[in-house]
């Protein structure tokens, strides 16, 4: 990281994924996961263990941040986050206050996908539950927990053809650019905010995408 900054003019950002998942014994992490509880019909400790799961979780990336502060990082990127369901969603939330308040980097967060799962159902962020919140609602949380920038995502749908993806995908960031104060730099690679979901993207679709988001929807960055 050192190196890569040393060699760069343009701000380099460096960052990781806030992958509750690997918090599971399912994927070699410490507590049950919650799919095989609910599977059980506990319900209450599928909970539980989604909560202590999301606490490791963040003392881990603020331990993350605060190395890549003292390698002169620019910024931090909380990449792909809440893929899986709102107990991450609510992990990164809680890490982005600590992490701007406790070093001197940006913070940019980039979603998994267009929805909140509902994993918990029961977590809320400054009283406003987070299973089920679209991008614009993401975006206002991720202000108010002081991030830099946000990038929503809207899901390719396969069976949908690419102009169709497109006009969904900007209405949906139309609503995030008109709601989140904070610039909006939106996730679009394969299968997200109208890119097709294909192993190499086909560059005349992603170039028309990513040329209609800032003309059309007003983004920021990409």
Not at 176 to 192: F, L, S, Y
Not at 198 to 220: G, Y
Request: hydrophobic residues 40%; glycine residues 10%.
């Amino acid at each position: 990281m050192e190196n890569a900054q040393m060699v760069s003019i343009i701000p380099l950002f460096y960052g990781a994924m806030p992958n509750l998942g690997s918090y599971y014994q399912s994927l070699g992490g410490p507590w049950p996961a919650p799919t095989e509880l609910l599977k059980q019909g506990k319900i209450k400790e599928s909970r539980e263990t989604q909560e202590r799961a999301a606490a490791d979780l963040e003392t881990d990336i603020i331990y993350i941040a605060k190395i890549m502060d003292q390698a002169g990082s620019d910024g931090f990127d909380f990449d792909t986050a809440g893929a899986y369901g709102d107990a991450e969603f609510y992990a990164t939330l809680r890490a982005i206050e600590q992490v701007k308040r406790e070093t001197n980097l940006a913070v940019e967060v980039g979603m998994a996908g267009e929805i909140i799962s509902g994993m918990h159902c029961e977590l809320d962020y400054q009283g406003t539950r987070l299973a089920g919140l679209w991008p614009h609602q993401q975006g206002k949380l991720i202000e108010k927990a002081g991030a830099s920038m946000y990038g929503p995502v809207v899901n390719t749908k396969t069976t949908k053809s690419f102009p169709w993806n497109l006009g969904r995908a900007l209405t949906f960031i139309k609503a995030v650019t008109k709601e989140v104060q904070i610039p909006i730099h939106c996730n679009m690679g394969m299968g997200v905010c109208g890119v097709p979901m294909s192993e190499t993207p086909p560059i005349d679709a992603v170039t028309r995408a990513a040329k209609a988001m800032v003309e059309i929807a007003d983004i920021d960055g990409v």
